[in-house]
C-alpha cells in the first residue's frame, strides 16, 4: 500500500516504540515502524517525511549498541530522538553521553529555552515524563539547547537549519500531558505535512489496492462476529462484492444468539455471500471429556480448521484467504530484554491454513492500530455495538467453562453470561470495561431455596479494566449492579446458586479462566 506522507519509526527496543507510532496517526499521518538498522536503501523507498528514533533498554557507548546507518543524517530528512534516540544522534553527531549518578525517572518539570519550532506554542515550562540513567553533557556540532530541567541541562536539543532534534523526555507516554502537541509541531510545522491519515482516506486507498491485489480471482475469509473479522469482510466486500464468500463456524461456544446476529447483519443486512455452518456437535464430540487447557485450544483449534478447509472446498476455486491481522502482530519488534517468553496460553488461530489451502492471503488491517480499526468500522457504517464488543477469545466458552465441556455446560453459561452482560450495559458499564463476562465453575455448593435444600453450581463473575488485555485490573463495579446480576442468575438460571466476583488482577492471574 502506499501513502503520500510517512513518518518511518526506528525501533531500538522500548516499550513505547508502537505508542509512538499510534500518537502520529493521531495527528492524522501515517506511521511505520522499522528497525533500528533498516538499511538506507530502504529508509530512502520509503520517502518518509519525517524519522522518529525511539527509545531503548540500552546505552549508546555499551560495546553493541544499536545504531542506525548514520548516513541518515544527511538525508534531509527532520529526525526526531525520543530519550536514547536524543542520545543516538548527540553520540553519531560528536556530542557527548555519560551516565547520570541517579537514574532520573517519573514527572519532570520542563523549562523550554526555544519556543519557535518544536515547542511552538508552549509556555515556559511544562510537565513531562523522564525514564533514563545516561543523558547528553555536550552538544554536537551546531546543535542548541531547547529545553532542561533541574537535573538534566540538555532535555531538548537541536539543530534547526538540518531539521534535527532530540528529547530526553518521553513525549508519547500519558504523563506527559502535552506530548501529542510537540509531535504536532513536529509533523506539521517540521515535517510540513498536510495530515491525510483518516479512516476516509484509508479506506479509499484500501479498497483500490484490495482490486489490485485480487484482481477476478475470489477470497474466502473467516468470519468470527468480532471487531477484526468484520471490519476486514466488510473492506474487502466493499472491493469485490459476491467474490468474497465468508464462512462463519458456530462450534457450539458461541455467546447467546450470536449465529443469528451475524445471519442478520451479514447476510440480510449487508447482503454478503455467507456460510453459516453449525459444527457445535463435532466440536463438542472432540472434546468430550477434555478438561485439560491447553489441549481444549489445540482441539478447537484443528477441529475449525477441519471445517473450513471443508466448507472453503465447497465454494469451488478460491485463491485468497481473507485475515483480519493487526498491526501489533506484524511490527517487527526488535527485543533487548532477552530470553525466549514462555508461552501461557497458545492463542487460537488459524495459522497454518494458508499454506495447507495454497491460498494467498489479503489481510487489509495489517497496518492498523486496535482502536483505528474501530474507527473504520464506523466509517464503514458498521453498527456502533459490533464496533465496541468486548474481545471474546477464539475458544469461546470452552476456556470459561473449567473441567469438560458438555451441552448442558455451555447452555447454563450462556444464560448466565447474557444475564452479566445485560446488566452490565444497562449501568452503563460495558464500554468501560475490557471484558465482563461469567465463568463456569466445576464445583457444586449447597444452598436453600425456599425450604428446600439446592446443590448447584457456582459461577464467577470476571470485569476487568485493561489497556491492551496485556495486564488488567478487577473492576470496581458498584455492589448494587453485583448484587442485581447475582439475583437474576439464581432466579433466572436454572441450576445456579451461588455467584462470586474474581477479584484478581493480571498478573499474577489472567483474564480467562482457562
Ligand atoms: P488472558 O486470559 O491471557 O487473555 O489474560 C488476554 C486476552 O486474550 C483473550 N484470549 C484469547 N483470545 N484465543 C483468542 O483469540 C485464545 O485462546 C485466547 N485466550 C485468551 C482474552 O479474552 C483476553 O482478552
Given at each position: 500500500?502506499?501513502?503520500?506522507?510517512?513518518?518511518?519509526?526506528?525501533?531500538?527496543?522500548?516499550?513505547?516504540?508502537?505508542?509512538?507510532?499510534?500518537?502520529?496517526?493521531?495527528?492524522?499521518?501515517?506511521?511505520?515502524?522499522?528497525?533500528?538498522?533498516?538499511?538506507?536503501?530502504?529508509?530512502?523507498?520509503?520517502?518518509?517525511?519525517?524519522?522518529?528514533?525511539?527509545?531503548?533498554?540500552?546505552?549508546?557507548?555499551?560495546?553493541?549498541?544499536?545504531?542506525?546507518?548514520?548516513?541518515?543524517?544527511?538525508?534531509?530528512?527532520?529526525?526526531?530522538?525520543?530519550?536514547?534516540?536524543?542520545?543516538?544522534?548527540?553520540?553519531?553527531?560528536?556530542?557527548?553521553?555519560?551516565?547520570?549518578?541517579?537514574?532520573?525517572?517519573?514527572?519532570?518539570?520542563?523549562?523550554?529555552?526555544?519556543?519557535?519550532?518544536?515547542?511552538?506554542?508552549?509556555?515556559?515550562?511544562?510537565?513531562?515524563?523522564?525514564?533514563?540513567g545516561d543523558q547528553v553533557l555536550s552538544l554536537p556540532h551546531g546543535f542548541e539547547t531547547i529545553a532542561h530541567t533541574s537535573s538534566s541541562p540538555i532535555a531538548g536539543f537541536r539543530n534547526k537549519k538540518l531539521r534535527l532534534y532530540g528529547l530526553q523526555f518521553h513525549p508519547e507516554v500519558t504523563h506527559t500531558p502535552a506530548g501529542h502537541k510537540i509531535f504536532?509541531?513536529?509533523?506539521?510545522?517540521?515535517?510540513?505535512?498536510?495530515?491525510?491519515?483518516?479512516?476516509?482516506?484509508?479506506?479509499?486507498?484500501?479498497?483500490?489496492?484490495?482490486?489490485?491485489?485480487?484482481?477476478?480471482?475470489?477470497v474466502v475469509l473467516g468470519l468470527s462476529g468480532g471487531v477484526d473479522s468484520s471490519?476486514?469482510?466488510?473492506?474487502?466486500?466493499?472491493?469485490?462484492?459476491?467474490?468474497?464468500?465468508?464462512?462463519?463456524?458456530?462450534?457450539?461456544?458461541?455467546?447467546?444468539?450470536?449465529?443469528?446476529?451475524?445471519?442478520?447483519?451479514?447476510?440480510?443486512?449487508?447482503?454478503?455471500?455467507?456460510?453459516?455452518?453449525?459444527?457445535s456437535e463435532r466440536f463438542l464430540k472432540a472434546l468430550k471429556g477434555v478438561s485439560d487447557p491447553e489441549k481444549k485450544r489445540k482441539i478447537i483449534g484443528k477441529v475449525f480448521i477441519q471445517v473450513f478447509e471443508d466448507e472453503a472446498r465447497r465454494i469451488g476455486r478460491v485463491s485468497f484467504?481473507?485475515?483480519?491481522?493487526?498491526?501489533?502482530?506484524?511490527?517487527?519488534?526488535?527485543?533487548?530484554?532477552?530470553?525466549?517468553?514462555?508461552?501461557?496460553?497458545?492463542?487460537?488461530?488459524?495459522?497454518?491454513?494458508?499454506?495447507?489451502?495454497?491460498?494467498?492471503?489479503?489481510?487489509?488491517?495489517?497496518?492498523l492500530f486496535k482502536d483505528e480499526v474501530r474507527s473504520v468500522g464506523m466509517a464503514l457504517g458498521l453498527p456502533k455495538e459490533l464496533i465496541n464488543r468486548q474481545p471474546f477469545p477464539g475458544p469461546?466458552?470452552?476456556?470459561?467453562?473449567?473441567?469438560?465441556v458438555t451441552k448442558t455446560g455451555c447452555d447454563l453459561l450462556r444464560a448466565v453470561d447474557f444475564i452479566v452482560v445485560e446488566e452490565i450495559k444497562k449501568a452503563g458499564f460495558y464500554e468501560k470495561l475490557w471484558q465482563s463476562f461469567a465463568v463456569l465453575l466445576p464445583i457444586k455448593s449447597v444452598g436453600v431455596m425456599g425450604d428446600e435444600r439446592t446443590y448447584e453450581n457456582v459461577v464467577a463473575i470476571r470485569a476487568v479494566t485493561s489497556e491492551d488485555g496485556m495486564t488488567a485490573d478487577w473492576a470496581k463495579l458498584p455492589p448494587q449492579l453485583l448484587s442485581k446480576i447475582s439475583n437474576r442468575c439464581i432466579n433466572e438460571v436454572r441450576g445456579v446458586n451461588r455467584v462470586c466476583y474474581d477479584i484478581s488482577s493480571k498478573p499474577p492471574a489472567t483474564i480467562e479462566w482457562e
Open positions: 500500500m502506499s501513502f503520500e506522507e510517512l513518518i518511518l519509526v526506528l525501533d531500538f527496543g522500548s516499550q513505547y516504540t508502537q505508542l509512538i507510532a499510534r500518537r502520529i496517526r493521531e495527528e492524522k499521518v501515517f506511521s511505520v515502524v522499522k528497525p533500528y538498522n533498516l538499511p538506507l536503501t530502504q529508509i530512502k523507498a520509503l520517502k518518509p517525511k519525517g524519522i522518529i528514533l525511539s527509545g531503548s533498554p540500552c546505552n549508546v557507548y555499551q560495546k553493541d549498541a544499536p545504531l542506525p546507518d548514520p548516513r541518515i543524517y544527511s538525508l534531509r530528512i527532520p529526525i526526531l530522538g525520543i530519550c536514547y534516540g536524543l542520545q543516538v544522534t548527540s553520540e553519531l553527531l560528536g556530542g557527548s553521553v555519560k551516565k547520570v549518578k541517579h537514574r532520573e525517572y517519573g514527572h519532570a518539570s520542563l523549562s523550554i529555552d526555544l519556543r519557535d519550532d518544536l515547542f511552538f506554542g508552549f509556555g515556559r515550562e511544562m510537565s513531562c515524563w523522564m525514564s533514563h504536532k509541531n513536529f509533523l506539521y510545522r517540521i515535517c510540513g505535512v498536510r495530515g491525510k491519515w483518516t479512516p476516509k482516506s484509508f479506506i479509499h486507498e484500501t479498497v483500490k489496492s484490495i482490486q489490485n491485489q485480487i484482481g477476478k480471482e475470489r471490519v476486514a469482510a466488510t473492506l474487502v466486500h466493499r472491493s469485490i462484492g459476491s467474490r468474497l464468500t465468508c464462512i462463519f463456524v458456530d462450534n457450539g461456544l458461541l455467546r447467546l444468539g450470536e449465529r443469528e446476529r451475524v445471519r442478520r447483519l451479514f447476510k440480510k443486512h449487508l447482503k454478503m455471500n455467507i456460510k453459516i455452518v453449525d459444527a484467504l481473507g485475515q483480519g491481522t493487526l498491526y501489533p502482530d506484524v511490527i517487527e519488534s526488535v527485543s533487548f530484554h532477552g530470553g525466549p517468553s514462555v508461552t501461557i496460553k497458545s492463542h487460537h488461530n488459524v495459522g497454518g491454513l494458508p499454506e495447507r489451502m495454497k491460498l494467498k492471503l489479503v489481510e487489509p488491517l495489517r497496518e469461546g466458552l470452552a476456556v470459561r467453562i473449567l473441567g469438560p
